[in-house]
């Protein structure tokens, strides 16, 4: 039979590994837009209730934990 030269064999490996980078970018570029979405959506939703802990969070489905978390974690702060 016949021998396969290694530069068949690594072509289809380096299409591969592009095509993995390319998904990694995707998600990445996902994760940042789904951030950026609820950042905005939680700075709206607390602008709305004037900044009330206890009515954003219900009406966000969270509990307040889980709301003070969030603020936390997007770095929302209040403009005095």
Known sequence: ?????????????????????????LSE???????????????KALVNNLWNISKTAKM????REGLHRMIKRYNIKRNA
């Open 60 to 63: 966000i489905g969270v509990s």
């Open 1 to 25: 039979g016949e021998t396969t030269q290694f530069e068949e064999v690594s072509h289809p490996l380096k299409n591969l590994n592009k095509a993995v980078e390319e998904i990694r970018n």
């Open 29 to 43: 570029a996902k994760s940042q837009i789904v951030e950026n979405f609820e950042r905005q959506f939680l700075v």
